[in-house]
C-alpha cells in the first residue's frame, strides 16, 4: 500500500511538473547570443522583460499541440498593455454582433454613435471607408492594421465595459481588465460611461443601444504600479514622485497569448471555450491582423507613415526600409506606450513550414520621467523585439518536426 501511494504521488508530480512552463530555455538561448542580448540580460527587473513562447507541434492529422517556455512571467508584474488589449475588443465585439444578429446587424452595419456624458465625442461619417460611413468591420481593419485608437474606443462604447469585463473572466483571462478608452484621457467617472449608438442597413435602424453605465472598478492583485521617479502632469508640470498606473488597463503576457491561441485554433479548445465567431469573421481577422498596410485600399494609408512592416515588431522591430518576406506572415497585436512595447504574435513561414506563438514586453525609460516622451525605444526595445523575433525564428529553422503543418488555412486573399 505504501507502494501504491508513492507511486501515485510520484505520478501526480510528474503531471503538475509536465504542465510547468518551461523556464530555462529561453534565458539559455539569449545567452547563446550575448552580443544581442547581454545589456537587456544584465538587468531583465530594469527592463521589465517578460517573454512567452509556444512551439507548435502538429500531429499526422494536423490538429496542434502546444509546449510553451517562459522568461520572467509573472501575472502579476504589472506593466502597461497600450494597444494590445484592442485585439480582446476586436473578439467581443463580432461575439456580440453575432448574438444580435437578429436583429438584422452585422459588422457591415453602418454604426452612428451619439454622445451622453461629458467628454465623449459623436461619429456620424468615416472618410478612410470605401462608402465614407463607420461600421464595426471598418473599425475592426483600422484596429489590426495599424492599431488606430479611436476604432478601439468606438468598439469598447458598443461593446460596454460590463461586457468586455465579463468576457475577460469568462475565457479565463483572469490577470487583465480593460477599463478605459485610449489616448484621450479616459479616466475615473467619465470611462464608466459609454455613448448611446444606433446601426442602420440602408436607411433602416436595426439596433439601438442606450448609454451604458459600469460601477464596477475591477480590482486585481498587481505589484509595479507605482512606476519610475516623476511625471509630468497635464500642464506639462514635472511632479517629482512615482507615476501610478494602478488604475489602468492590464492585459498579463500569458492572457494575451491565451487569447490568440483561441483565436488561431479553435479547433484545440472544448467547443464551450471557443469564441462565438464565424467563418467570415476568422477570415476577417486573420486577414487583417496579416495584412500589410501598404495592402490596403480601404483605409489607404501613405507609406511614409505607415510603411509595409509599420506593427510586425517581433522580428522587423520598426526598420522602415526592410523588404517584407513574401513567405512570412506575422498575425499579431502590438503595442507602445511608457516606455513599454509589447508585441502578442503568432508567426508563420509558409515555405519552411515554420510557425510558433510568441508574446513578449520590454520598457526603457532611462530618466525614471513619465509622460515626458523620452523613452529608449530606438536604442533598447525595437532592437530587443527585432532580435528576439529573428532568434526564435532561426532556432525553429532547425527544430526538427514530425509533421510539417499544412498552412494552407491561413493563406489570405490580400487584394481585396
Avoid at 534565458?27 to 545589456?39: A, P, Q, R, V, W
Avoid at 492572457?255 to 483561441?262: A, I, R, S, T
Wanted: proline share 4%.
Amino acid at each position: 500500500m505504501k507502494f501504491l501511494i508513492t507511486l501515485a504521488i510520484l505520478a501526480m508530480s510528474l503531471y503538475a511538473n509536465a504542465q510547468k512552463t518551461d523556464t530555462v530555455f529561453l534565458k539559455k538561448l539569449m545567452e547563446s547570443k550575448l552580443e544581442l542580448f547581454n545589456t537587456v540580460l544584465n538587468h531583465p527587473d530594469k527592463n521589465q522583460i517578460q517573454i512567452l513562447y509556444t512551439q507548435v507541434n502538429r500531429d499526422a492529422k494536423n490538429k496542434p499541440n502546444f509546449t510553451s517556455y517562459s522568461y520572467n512571467l509573472n501575472p502579476q508584474h504589472y506593466f502597461y498593455p497600450a494597444s494590445t488589449v484592442k485585439l480582446a475588443a476586436v473578439i467581443f465585439a463580432l461575439e456580440k454582433v453575432n448574438r444580435l444578429k437578429s436583429s438584422g446587424l452585422s459588422s457591415k452595419s453602418v454604426m452612428i454613435t451619439d454622445s451622453a456624458f461629458i467628454g465623449q465625442t459623436k461619429v456620424k461619417i468615416d472618410t478612410s471607408s470605401k462608402n465614407g460611413l463607420p461600421s464595426i468591420e471598418h473599425y475592426i481593419k483600422k484596429i489590426l492594421l495599424t492599431s488606430d485608437n479611436d476604432a478601439f474606443n468606438r468598439l469598447f462604447e458598443f461593446i460596454g465595459r460590463t461586457e468586455v469585463n465579463e468576457k475577460l473572466k469568462k475565457n479565463g483571462l483572469n490577470n487583465s481588465r480593460i477599463l478605459n478608452r485610449l489616448a484621450i484621457g479616459d479616466a475615473g467617472e467619465t470611462a464608466k460611461h459609454t455613448n448611446p449608438i444606433k446601426f442602420f442597413n440602408a436607411n433602416k435602424l436595426v439596433y439601438a443601444q442606450a448609454a451604458q453605465y459600469d460601477p464596477k472598478d475591477y480590482d486585481l492583485v498587481l505589484t509595479n504600479t507605482l512606476m519610475g521617479k516623476g511625471y509630468l502632469d497635464s500642464t506639462d508640470k514635472l511632479v517629482n514622485k512615482p507615476f501610478s498606473l494602478a488604475n489602468k488597463n492590464a492585459f498579463a503576457i500569458n492572457d494575451q497569448q491565451k487569447l490568440m491561441q483561441k483565436l488561431i485554433f479553435p479547433e484545440a479548445f472544448p467547443i464551450s471555450e471557443r469564441y462565438n465567431l464565424t467563418p467570415e469573421d476568422y477570415k476577417l481577422i486573420y486577414t487583417y491582423m496579416s495584412k500589410l498596410p501598404t495592402e490596403s485600399d480601404y483605409p489607404k494609408y501613405n507609406p511614409k507613415d505607415f510603411w509595409p512592416t509599420y506593427a510586425k515588431m517581433l522580428y522587423y522591430g520598426r526598420d522602415k526600409n526592410v523588404e517584407p518576406d513574401k513567405n512570412i506572415r506575422i498575425f499579431n497585436k502590438y503595442g507602445d506606450s511608457y516606455g513599454y512595447i509589447i508585441d502578442n504574435s503568432y508567426f508563420i513561414d509558409f515555405k519552411n513550414g515554420i510557425e510558433y506563438f510568441l508574446t513578449a514586453v520590454i520598457q526603457s525609460n532611462e530618466d525614471g520621467v513619465f509622460n515626458d516622451n523620452k523613452y529608449e525605444y530606438e536604442t533598447v526595445c525595437y532592437p530587443f523585439m527585432k532580435n528576439l523575433g529573428r532568434t526564435i525564428y532561426e532556432y525553429e529553422m532547425q527544430r526538427t518536426k514530425k509533421h510539417k503543418p499544412d498552412l494552407s488555412k491561413f493563406k489570405m486573399d490580400y487584394k481585396n
